[in-house]
Nanobody
Framework: QVQLVESGGGLVQAGGSLRLSCAAS????????MAWYRQAPGKQRELVAD???????NYSDSVKGRFTISRDNAKNTVYLQMNSLKPEDTAVYYC????????????????WGQGTQVTVSS
C-alpha cells in the first residue's frame, strides 16, 4: 500500500507565498511522474504542475512564472512553491504520483493524496 500525505496549505493574503509538500510512503519500488492538481468549488480538478523522475517539469498556463515544482527522489517527496498568490488560486490541492511497488514492479499505479486547502484572500 502507498500513501501520499500533503502538508503546507493554509490561508494567505494575495501576493503572498506558500510551500506545499507531499511525501509518498509505503511499499514503493520507484516513482515516475509526480504532480499537483487543484480543485476549486464548483470546478473540475485541473493539473497545476508535474515533474518527471528525471526532473522535466510542466506547468499550467495559469501558474507559469509564479509556481515552481520540485522533488527530492531520496525522500519520495514533491514540493510546490507558490509565489504571487491570487484569490483565483484558492482550491484544494492534491498530490498525485505514478508508483511501482515491489509486488508489481512492471506496472505503474496512480495514487492520490487526501488534499490540502489553500485559501488566498483579496
Amino acid at each position: 500500500q502507498v500513501q501520499l500525505v500533503e502538508s503546507g496549505g493554509g490561508l494567505v493574503q494575495a501576493g503572498g507565498s506558500l510551500r506545499l509538500s507531499c511525501a509518498a510512503s509505503g511499499s514503493i519500488f520507484s516513482i515516475n511522474t509526480m504532480a499537483w492538481y487543484r480543485q476549486a468549488p464548483g470546478k473540475q480538478r485541473e493539473l497545476v504542475a508535474d515533474i518527471a523522475n528525471g526532473g522535466r517539469t510542466n506547468y499550467s498556463d495559469s501558474v507559469k512564472g509564479r509556481f515552481t515544482i520540485s522533488r527530492d527522489n531520496a525522500k519520495n517527496t514533491v514540493y510546490l512553491q507558490m509565489n504571487s498568490l491570487k484569490p483565483e488560486d484558492t482550491a484544494v490541492y492534491y498530490c498525485n504520483a505514478d508508483v511501482r511497488t515491489p509486488l508489481v514492479p512492471y506496472r505503474y499505479h496512480n495514487y492520490w493524496g487526501q488534499g490540502t486547502q489553500v485559501t488566498v484572500s483579496s
